[in-house]
T-cell receptor, first 110, second 113 residues
C-alpha cells in the first residue's frame, strides 16, 4: 500500500526560483492538506482541500498556491522561493478521520 | 484562536513510564490525536480519542482526557529506547474532520538505557 507519496524528498532552491512539491494518495480520500514543520513550532497548515476542485487557505498560505484537479493529486507550488520557506513540508489525506501523512519534503532555500 | 500547547522535552529511563501532557483551547474539538515522529520520517498516528471519552487504552498507551480543563495526556508504560521520538498532540477544532488539525509544538521524548 503506497498511502501518501511525496516527491521530491529533498530540494535546494535559490531565492526567487519556483517549484512544485508533488503529493499523491491512493486511498480515495476526499480531504487533503499541506503542512510545514519548523523547529519548535509544530506543524502549521498551509492549504487544504475538501474535494476535487475545492481548495482553501490555512494558517500560513502566503507564497504558496495549490490546485486539486483530481482526487488523487494535490500539488503545492512555490511561486518565488524565499529563505523563510526553508522547512519540511508534509502532505496529508483523510476520509474524515485521522490524517495520513507522507514522509515529507525537506526544502532549503538559499 | 485555537491553540495547542505541549512541553518541549521529556527524559525518562528505559522501563519507566512516560507521561506527555497537552492543553488545548477549543472546547468544540471532537477528536484529539497523538502522533509520533521518528527522525527523518513523517508523522505516524499513535492513537486518538473522541471528546466524549475520558480514557482510552491501547496496549502500552493510555490516553486521558479532562475536557473541563482541556487537558490531554499520553502515558507510555514500560518505555523502551524505540519510543524515543517527537510526540505531537493535535486537535480537530471543527464539527467535522476535513483535514484541518491544530498541532502542538511537539514533545521530544528521550529514553535513556
Amino acid at each position: 500500500n503506497a498511502g501518501v507519496t511525496q516527491t521530491p524528498k529533498f530540494q535546494v532552491l535559490k531565492t526567487g526560483q519556483s517549484m512544485t512539491l508533488q503529493c499523491a494518495q491512493d486511498m480515495n480520500h476526499e480531504y487533503m492538506s499541506w503542512y510545514r514543520q519548523d523547529p519548535g513550532m509544530g506543524l502549521r497548515l498551509i492549504h487544504y482541500s475538501v474535494g476535487a476542485g475545492i481548495t482553501d487557505q490555512g494558517e500560513v498560505p502566503n507564497g504558496y498556491n495549490v490546485s486539486r484537479s483530481t482526487t488523487e493529486d494535490f500539488p503545492l507550488r512555490l511561486l518565488s522561493a524565499a529563505p523563510s520557506q526553508t522547512s519540511v513540508y508534509f502532505c496529508a489525506s483523510s476520509e474524515g478521520g485521522p490524517l495520513h501523512f507522507g514522509n515529507g519534503t525537506r526544502l532549503t532555500v538559499t | 484562536g485555537e491553540d495547542v500547547e505541549q512541553s518541549l522535552f521529556l527524559s525518562v529511563r528505559e522501563g519507566d513510564s512516560s507521561v506527555i501532557n497537552c492543553t488545548y483551547t477549543d472546547s468544540s474539538s471532537t477528536y484529539l490525536y497523538w502522533y509520533k515522529q521518528e527522525p527523518g520520517a513523517g508523522l505516524q498516528l499513535l492513537t486518538y480519542i473522541f471528546s466524549n471519552m475520558d480514557m482510552k487504552q491501547d496496549q502500552r498507551l493510555t490516553v486521558l482526557l479532562n475536557k473541563k480543563d482541556k487537558h490531554l495526556s499520553l502515558r507510555i508504560a514500560d518505555t523502551q529506547t524505540g519510543d524515543s521520538a517527537i510526540y505531537f498532540c493535535a486537535e480537530s477544532p471543527f464539527s467535522s474532520n476535513t483535514g484541518k488539525l491544530i498541532f502542538g509544538q511537539g514533545t521530544t521524548l528521550q529514553v535513556k538505557p
